[in-house]
């Protein structure tokens, strides 16, 4: 028989102290340190439970209150489990939830809202004072710093936005919308007298849903379509207003907390750093990035779903809004004279024949044509008045907010808008 060998044994001890100082090596050589310096500090005490929460109310359409029901909404407590996770050095996205409630709520406080009851689906007439209240914050940060150019800006659209839903619950109670529809249905009918049925397949696509559904637009739609507008609203607040109190009290390490949380991104900071540069070029830029964000980021999907809502109800309504508003800012076109109607074509009797109606061709909901008309009217003309016209500007955003929100009603302008379109119905033939 061979002879069988017999294997030493290995030093126990030296194997582990070979394999320590392998790792060891390993983990210097990628930047990381020791494996026990990377492992996450762990919470103790009531501060636990608010860790790694899931911001289940970021958007409002899921309820009343802040980002999760669990958080407290008291701006002494916010504070306090705060610094806690700070001090016991948790990783800031373990407490990015809590995080984003305690600016929340520092921005509700400095605007005089109750974040508790802050519940969009209540309607227009129970939201009216966040609206102004709001808005009012809005506009008050830009005139105490005069690089928040999107602030100036949303609080002076948001007089048109809420003048505009005031009305829309007007058309609920009071107004009949379906006023609306045999306006509407009268420019479908003569263009097709006058040009034919190719014609009218190029009116815009909203014009000829409200011709068709206006007189079947219920209560019940209409104020599913202003809850929805309502929780975009509270969106958009949740989102950037955090960012902006933020801003405006800690300055730009606030937000560099953010961005290790996971709240804001590196685009995002980016815009911030311009801001807070105070050069008129990258300010602009900055505050550009941050309309973007609010439009393409933050409301995109629900205006598309408005939109959308049951076929030609939402396209009929959301085309309504479009041609109903007139902007705040001096010397923007109202949406409704943006790209206005003009179509070209050949005539029943074999003429070319060009059709020209005072409606615009684009509707708001759609994000591509409303990005196209946010930078090409309101913000080179809003940029142009904080750089060229900052005491004219300065005076219309120190205008009692009640009296901004009620002189930018457009309901009584809706149907004489439609009725001039009819009226002025012009035909060219060559």
Known sequence: MPRSRTRR????????LALTAALTTAALALGVGTLAATAPAQATGPLQQYLNLPAVNRDAAHGPGGIHPKLPTDVPTLRRLLDQARAQGVAPISYRALLLQFWLANSTRAAGIDLDSW???????????NLIRSYRYYEDLQ????????AGMAGMVGADFGGGLVDFELATDIYDFAHLQPLANAIVGETNRLLGPVFVDKLPE?????????AVISAADLRKVQGDILVMQKNIFTDLMPQHTAYVREG???????QRAGLVDGQIMHAWKQIASKQPAAVAAGNARLLEREQREVIKDQWDAVR??????????????????????????????????????????GRTATLTLPLATWNWSVYDER??????????????????????LRAQLQIPYEQ??????????????????????KVTYQ
Not at 143 to 150: C, D, F, G
Not at 336 to 344: D, G, I, K
Not at 374 to 390: A, D, G, R
Not at 404 to 417: D, M
């Open 371 to 392: 990005w196209d008309y946010i930078t090409e009217q309101l913000l080179p003309k809003y940029s142009y008045l904080v750089n060229n016209k900052w005491d004219t």
């Open 308 to 349: 959308r809502y049951k076929g030609d109800v939402g396209m009929a309504l959301t085309y309504a809004t479009t041609i109903a508003g007139s902007p705040s800012v001096a010397g923007v076109l109202p949406p409704r004279s943006y790209r206005p109607l003009t179509v070209t074509g050949t005539g029943p009797d």
């Open 404 to 425: 901004q929100f009620e002189s930018h009603r457009p309901i009584w302008n809706i149907a004489p808008t439609l009725q001039s379109a009819l009226d002025t119905l």
């Open 206 to 214: 909203g014009l000829r849903a409200l011709a068709r559904v206006g």
């Open 143 to 150: 005139l105490a710093h005069r690089e928040l150019q999107w």
């Open 119 to 129: 519940n969009p689906r209540l309607g227009v007439s129970a939201n009216r004072g």
């Open 252 to 258: 730009l390490p606030a937000l560099r907390e953010m």
């Open 9 to 16: 044994p290995r030093d126990s001890r030296a194997v582990v």
